[in-house]
């Protein structure tokens, strides 16, 4: 179910995005059972490590099934994919669609609108909500990314901002930068959830837009291997 465009979202105020526009939960959340926090932490590096970030042929017009079987995904259909092995873990999990600053995909594309949709993944711990994206860039591209925005003495680009993480729970792409931020849609059961029921979303696009983004991202993703590999 989508939540209303000003609806709270527990699990990233929770995980200090209040200042994105979002209020705080009036009493403080039970501290996280170590095993449980564990379980969804190895989820987490599982997809963060074993689906290597890019896109795959009908960018996010995809299951969570295609993109572990193909092992590449984005922001997105990568955060799907966790919220799927979330839930086949036993966790209450949704998918957290928002905006994000374009230019965090520079050096690999440069797409043509300021902001670009975005993907997180909310997973249910001992009745508190922890909302994470450090899942979407996987170790050596983050690592090789990181090295390449302060060689070039860049803040954001590559996939990632400086000040992001991959480690749970965190953020590599969402973070705190008031300039990468953008606005928070809500919380759906999954990406064609969220493209069904937001119409005004940025990249919705029809089937024939999809086709041709698929030769759009061959080079894109030849730039992340290639980053990748350097690392």
Same mark, same amino acid.
């Given at each position: 179910?989508?939540?209303?465009?000003?609806? !709270?979202? !527990?699990?990233? /105020?929770?995980?200090?995005?209040?200042?994105?526009?979002?209020?705080?939960?009036?009493?403080? %959340?039970?501290? /996280?059972?170590?095993?449980?926090?564990?379980?969804?932490?190895?989820?987490?590096?599982?997809?963060?490590?074993? !689906?290597?970030?890019?896109? &795959?042929?009908?960018?996010?017009?995809?299951?969570?099934?295609?993109?572990?079987?193909?092992?590449?995904?984005?922001?997105?259909?990568?955060?799907?994919?966790?919220?799927?092995?979330?839930?086949?873990?036993?966790?209450?999990?949704?998918?957290?669609? %928002?905006?994000?600053?374009?230019?965090?995909?520079?050096?690999?594309?440069?797409?043509?609108?300021?902001?670009?949709?975005?993907?997180?993944?909310? !997973?249910?711990?001992?009745?508190?909500?922890?909302?994470?994206?450090? *899942?979407?860039?996987?170790?050596?591209? *983050?690592?090789?990314?990181? /090295?390449?925005?302060?060689?070039?003495?860049?803040?954001?680009?590559? &996939?990632?901002?400086?000040?992001?993480?991959?480690?749970?729970?965190?953020?590599?792409?969402?973070?705190?930068?008031?300039?990468?931020?953008?606005?928070?849609?809500?919380?759906?059961? &999954?990406?064609?959830?969220?493209?069904?029921?937001?119409?005004?979303?940025?990249?919705?696009?029809?089937?024939?837009?999809?086709?041709?983004?698929?030769?759009?991202?061959?080079?894109?993703?030849?730039?992340?291997?290639?980053?990748?590999?350097?690392?």
């Amino acid at each position: 179910m989508r939540a209303t465009r000003r609806d !709270v979202i !527990v699990g990233l /105020a929770g995980a200090g995005l209040a200042g994105a526009g979002l209020r705080r939960r009036a009493s403080a %959340a039970p501290v /996280a059972e170590p095993s449980a926090m564990e379980a969804a932490r190895r989820i987490h590096d599982e997809i963060r490590d074993g !689906v290597l970030f890019g896109w &795959g042929p009908h960018f996010w017009d995809e299951t969570p099934a295609e993109t572990l079987t193909r092992g590449r995904g984005y922001a997105l259909t990568k955060g799907a994919a966790l919220v799927h092995r979330f839930r086949e873990a036993g966790f209450d999990a949704r998918l957290v669609c %928002a905006e994000i600053d374009a230019s965090i995909l520079e050096g690999f594309m440069e797409p043509p609108m300021p902001r670009i949709d975005h993907g997180m993944a909310e !997973v249910k711990i001992a009745d508190r909500w922890l909302c994470v994206d450090g *899942f979407a860039l996987d170790r050596p591209l *983050f690592r090789a990314a990181q /090295a390449r925005l302060a060689a070039e003495g860049r803040q954001i680009g590559y &996939g990632t901002h400086v000040t992001g993480s991959i480690d749970f729970p965190g953020f590599s792409q969402f973070v705190a930068a008031p300039q990468v931020r953008g606005y928070i849609w809500g919380r759906f059961d &999954g990406v064609h959830d969220f493209y069904n029921q937001v119409p005004e979303a940025h990249n919705r696009t029809n089937w024939m837009a999809r086709q041709f983004f698929s030769f759009y991202t061959t080079e894109a993703n030849q730039r992340i291997d290639t980053l990748r590999a350097s690392a």
